[in-house]
Structure formats: C-alpha cells, structure tokens
C-alpha cells in the first residue's frame, strides 16, 4: 500500500537518506525514534505534505498528491491544524463539503459519538482542551472512511476512552485490509495490536520486524504515564 524508494527530507536538508520501506495491506506499523528522526517526515511524505528529495513514494500505487491516493489516506499531524474561531461541527461540516460524496450522511454523527464532542460540538476551538482538540483532529482525519492511516502521536492527550475509540477504529481499518502508520513516543500499549515494530536511529531505520519478542525496555522505552492510563489531559485548557 505504501512504498518508499529513495531520500527523505526538506528543501536543503536531508533527514533519511537512501531509504527503502513498506507498508503491506494489514499492516499497523509502530513507528519509533528519538525527537529528529525522521517519524514525521515519513509521514508526511506518504501524505503528500512533502516531495521526496529523491526517488518516489507511493500510496496505492500512486504518488500521494494525487486525487487517487489522498481520497484513501486520513492523516492526522501532531498537533491537528485547525481554525480556533470555528466550532467541532463546522470543522466537520466544512471537511464533509471537501470530500463530498465520500462521506456517509451519518458519518459526522457516528464519529462524535465515537470521540464524544457532544458537549463541545458548538464551542469555538480556541476555547477547547488539548484532548478535545486531539479527538476534533481524529474525526477529521476519519470522516471520509480511509484505509491508509498516517497518524502523528495520535494518543498524546487521549484519556482512555477516547484512546480505546481509536485503537477500535484503527484495529476495525487494519482488519478489513487497509494499513496504518502510528509515531508515537511510548510503544508499550499498541505493541500487542501491530503487526511491525520500525525503528530511526540516526538517520536510517535500525529495527523493522514484527513485534513478537520485541522488548520496549531494552530499547529505553519506559512506563511514564501514558495517555491511556489517565484521563487528566483533557482537563488542561490549550495554550
């Protein structure tokens, strides 16, 4: 579903070099390493957010800016870009109108129900919490039913609703054969859900192997609190 051939990075500055990657159907793909990496960079290639500095990408058998392969693709940046004077439902309402026919009449409802924005739904976002901004973000990203997830930190200030919701929702994509890309800071509550451990270690991946065996300890991961075993991030008004 997603290949990579070649150098990653910005205008004038080269992040991953020479690099040759897959995403297969089925595949939920914890993507590690240190700040600098080079995680969000290859999320952001495979969006279209970013051209290779060499070589091609490819999502679906087409380069990620084209109508085909972003019509498939629900990415999720970190933080999700949004405009503070407008509300939950006219983001939705606003991105519904973007993707016209690929979003189900009842798919805005199934999704503040899913991510519970109920309560915020009418509330400019300049006034939300950061964990109601990430879950506005998520059911943005999902509106138009995509297969191909690219999700940048997607759990940081997740309580442990809203972050079953979304393992849920990611597990239902990978189960009836899309694929999904996950960068994330603390691996140790989705390693029993992927299928492939990636690991940047200055610029090159160092670890790319199923996730059986694989011990997040030994690669200095460690039990901080993590966004889903409190649900106080959401309390905490955005700055």
Known sequence: MIRIDGTLGYPGTTVLPDLHWTVEPGDFVLLLGSNGSGKTTIL?????VLKPLTGETLVAGHKPTGATS?????????????YEELTPLEHC???????????????????VES?????????????????????????LAFLHTP?????????????RASGQALTSTITSVINNG???????HQPQHLVKY????????????????????????????????SVTDNDTSTDQPSQ
Do not use: H
């Not at 090159?204 to 996730?211: E, G, K, L, R």
């Open 115 to 139: 991510f519970r924005l109920q309560a915020v739904l009418n509330q400019r976002c300049d006034s939300l919490s950061l964990g109601m901004r990430k879950r506005l973000g998520i059911a």
């Open 147 to 159: 297969d191909i997830l690219l999700l940048d930190e997607p759990y940081n200030g997740l309580d």
């Open 194 to 225: 992927a299928t492939r451990v990636t690991i940047l270690y200055e610029s090159a991946i160092v670890y790319d192997q199923a996730p059986k065996g694989w011990d997040p300890y030994e690669w200095g991961f460690t039990d901080e609190p």
């Open 70 to 82: 972003k019509a498939r693709i629900g990415y999720l940046p970190d933080p999700p870009p949004l």
């Open 178 to 184: 899309g694929c999904c890309i996950v960068s994330t």
């Open 93 to 111: 309402e606003l991105v519904q109108r973007l993707w016209g026919d690929r979003v189900r009449p009842a798919r805005i409802d199934e999704l």
């Open 44 to 48: 952001r290639t495979c969006a279209g």
